[in-house]
């Protein structure tokens, strides 16, 4: 199969699971459709680079978390900025908690490895790979989280 039928059935496969993460980046459901939408076109664009057909999985993600946070960038929306906090003082509502809530409270970085690793199954050389962070930095940051979401689940 050529690589760019490989990239097409990647995309129809994986399509939810890649829209969830780049959701977790844009917190908003058109701007992670625009992320994926423009992510495609670059992968596209830049199939013939890619080397070996097996790493399509976590060349296509790092080129959604890179086209994400450039993204955030250009609208000056820092990640891990105040908005993370827009929901502080509101009343408690565990009837609607879901994964999403539970991941709220974890900074934009560790939030895309809880992702990666627990909706995507990814291993922590594949995330680390995507993130472009070292491996022992991805364990640390993913049961830092794991720690932080037991807490606030106790309370």
């Known amino acids: 199969m050529n690589k760019t039928k490989c990239f097409e059935h990647f995309i129809n496969e994986k399509i939810d699971s890649i829209y969830r993460f780049a959701y977790t980046y844009m917190r908003s459901r058109e701007d992670a459709e625009d992320v994926v939408n423009e992510s495609v076109v670059k992968a596209l664009k830049g ?26 960038r250009k609208r000056g929306r820092m990640i891990g900025g105040d908005d993370l906090f827009d929901d502080v003082g509101r009343e408690d509502d565990y009837s609607k908690l879901n994964f999403e809530s539970m991941i709220a409270s974890l900074s934009e970085d560790t939030k895309a490895v809880v992702v990666l690793k627990c909706c995507d199954n990814m291993s922590f050389r594949e995330i680390s790979e995507v993130l472009a962070i070292n491996e022992n930095t991805v364990k640390t940051r993913f049961y830092t989280a794991v720690k932080k979401l037991k807490e606030d689940t106790e309370l």
């Open 47 to 72: 199939i013939g680079g890619l080397k070996d057909e097996e790493a399509i999985k976590c060349w296509f993600y790092r080129i959604v978390a890179n086209t994400a946070v450039s993204e955030l």
